[in-house]
């Protein structure tokens, strides 16, 4: 059975300012959620952490651009990933070639902006 994932959506007016602050270099627009969790089924607890802060910014020049993200003083998630919104794709690139983009590249960091955020289970998406 096809699993979802645990995490975070990003309060609406603090969408709003970081896509004014980081402009989406691709066409793409995501900047929905923070993924604490996959796969994850309904029963896995919520993440207690509601507040974080952007502190980089990841770019393959390629089609792929991410923000970093700390949480709880840190921005390495339970699996060894980085915490990271998802910001804009090319195409034909995914959302799930952040964390690669992220291992391969790096970050740079950024003056810090804080990040309201709402824990919550996300299902599996329908193919």
């Known amino acids: ?19 004014a602050r980081f402009p989406p270099a691709y066409a793409t ?7 604490h969790t996959f796969p994850a089924g309904p029963d896995v607890p919520l993440p207690v952490a509601t507040e974080g802060r952007v502190v980089g910014v990841a770019d ?15 921005t390495a998630r339970p699996d060894g ?9 090319g ?4 959302a799930r070639e952040s964390n690669d983009v992220i291992s391969a590249r ?10 309201r955020l709402e824990p919550r289970y996300f299902p599996p998406q329908r193919q």
């Open 29 to 35: 627009v995501m900047a929905e959620h923070v993924t």
């Open 81 to 89: 990933s980085t915490f990271h919104v998802t910001w804009s794709l």
């Open 60 to 74: 393959d020049g390629k089609g792929v651009q991410t923000l970093v993200v700390e949480i709880g003083g840190g």
């Open 106 to 115: 790096g970050w740079t960091p950024v003056d810090p902006a804080p990040l």
């Open 91 to 94: 195409p034909g690139r995914t």
């Open 1 to 19: 059975m096809a699993k979802g994932y645990v995490g975070w959506t990003l309060a609406m007016a603090d969408r709003a300012a970081l896509l």
